[in-house]
């Protein structure tokens, strides 16, 4: 029989999504939650899993198309009724009837949760089934996977399952162009790790990761075949463009800066990496001055606010939820780190590399773009030192953190070569007057200044 998936609502009320790349192809057998496509909403780049075993039959739109929510997006051949048996009774096709009334009426299946509940009956976990087929994998990838020099896939691995890992991992194997199937043959029945993807990749001799800095464009004056370019404007970028217009046109923005010394924190991070116990955490500047903030913010709460019109209220959280601004080939994205004023630095290096590498991966959740209550952008990264950031809409406060340069400062009455950085600071003037944004960004600086400090604010 036939069955039509549409597309379901992938988040806060999203109308439509479009689609990235489609990873079946009609006639190709799927199984319950296998990944069918990737589609890239006005937030971000989403899964779609299977919510049938089956066939596929038709593809109703294209890649590169936009789908309404509710539409249908694929056909499938499902398995036909089961075999006819005795008779039923009339309470059993009075049951049945009911029944078939029920599963008209259930919703479409929302990302990542399979299949709707065929009963109420609590759902019994499915059973492992040790085999070595592994799962279908890509194409082009395995064509190009050295298997002569595979072993023989263990038992452990499990048909049609997609191997464990994490988002941030399967976006570090997808760069360097390993195949995570072939890396859980080797591993076995356990979370892949990035360790293991790097060992895989020196053992297969396959490429380096790509930099996370800005390739270089070449010009495209001299080669153009047409006078301009025209570039649709969907997706990320759209939803970036008229949030930052709502912000710009509704929040008065005020930005100061403010230069500081950061020599003691560079020593501090210095240190810190050849302390082997926290060898796995990345901590670098990006992490002292997300501290640094979290601790600031206690004591000028304005700037962790946020200004409700329709109730006439200003709503002040007792957590931080702290934006980290990320640049990604679709566009800026701000995902959250959920009550990060909790967080010791080691957890906020891991929590900010995750965030990271799921932006730039492109799989970052609705959910993790919503409800920010405080951002930082740095801009350092690209070799700026100060700007004037616009507000994320809803949030009374952005910190822009430029670059460390060394240059000659003054320090102990003497010139001295020091590393300096430049933080700006954009504020809602409904909600933040100058003298509490001034006292934010003075306690933010004095702590990059001299680490101690965090001992008085904590």
């Known amino acids: 029989m036939i069955q039509e998936f549409r597309l379901p609502d992938l988040g806060e009320g999203l109308a439509d999504a479009e689609i990235v790349q489609w990873l079946v192809a009609p006639g190709d057998t799927v199984t319950l939650n296998q990944t069918l496509a990737e589609v890239e909403t006005a937030k971000a780049v989403v899964e779609l899993p299977s919510p049938y075993d089956g066939t596929v039959r038709t593809l109703h739109a294209e890649a590169g198309e936009t789908v309404d929510v509710g539409a249908p997006l694929i056909a499938f051949d499902v398995a036909g009724d089961e075999p006819a048996g005795p008779a039923p009774t009339a309470e059993a096709a009075a049951d049945a009837t009911e029944a078939e009334a ?8 929302l ?3 399979g299949a709707a509940p065929s009963s109420k009956a609590r759902p019994a976990r499915r059973a492992r089934r ?5 799962p279908v994998a890509d194409t082009a990838v395995l064509e190009a996977a050295p298997h002569d020099v595979l072993p023989e896939a263990p038992a452990s691995v499990r048909e049609g399952e997609r191997p464990r890992s994490t988002p941030p991992v399967r976006a570090y194997a997808k760069r360097l162009g390993v195949d995570m199937v072939l890396v859980a043959a080797e591993v076995g029945d356990r979370v892949i790790t990035r360790d293991d993807i790097d060992a895989y990749a020196d053992r297969v001799g396959v490429g380096t990761e790509t930099p996370a800095v800005a390739p270089v464009v070449p010009s495209v004056f001299g080669d153009a075949k047409e006078r301009e370019t025209r570039i649709p404007i969907r997706g990320v970028r759209k939803h970036t463009a008229a949030a930052m217009v709502q912000s710009a046109f509704t929040a008065p923005h005020v ?5 500081v010394d950061v020599t003691a924190t560079m020593d501090l991070i210095a240190s810190l990496k050849t302390d082997r116990s926290l060898s796995e955490h990345r901590i670098g500047p990006l992490v002292v001055v997300a501290k640094a903030v979290c601790l600031a913010l206690g004591r000028t709460p304005g700037l ?45 290096a891991d929590a900010i590399a995750v965030l990271t590498q799921t932006a730039r991966s492109g799989k970052t959740s609705p959910a993790d773009l919503a409800g920010g209550t405080f951002s930082i952008t740095n801009i350092g990264v690209f070799g700026i030192d100060a700007g004037t950031p616009i507000l994320p809409p809803g949030q009374s406060g952005i910190l822009a953190v430029g670059a460390v340069r060394r240059m000659p400062w003054e320090h102990r009455g003497e010139i001295a070569l020091r590393q300096v950085m430049t933080l700006s600071l954009s504020f809602d003037h409904r909600i933040v007057d100058g003298a509490e944004g001034a006292r934010f960004i003075k306690d933010v600086a004095d702590i990059l200044e001299e680490p101690g400090r965090a001992m008085l604010l904590g």
Request: proline share 8%.
């Open 255 to 259: 930005t100061t800066f403010h230069t």
């Open 130 to 134: 040790a085999g070595v087929a592994a």
């Open 304 to 348: 962790n606010s946020r200004w409700d019109a329709e109730a006439g209220e200003i709503v002040q959280p007792h957590y931080v939820d702290l934006g980290i601004a990320a640049a990604t080939e679709r566009g800026l994205i701000v995902p959250n780190i959920r009550d990060a004023e909790r967080m010791t630095l080691p957890q906020l």
């Open 111 to 113: 990302v990542g949760y």
């Open 102 to 109: 029920a599963e008209e009426k259930t919703p479409p299946n």
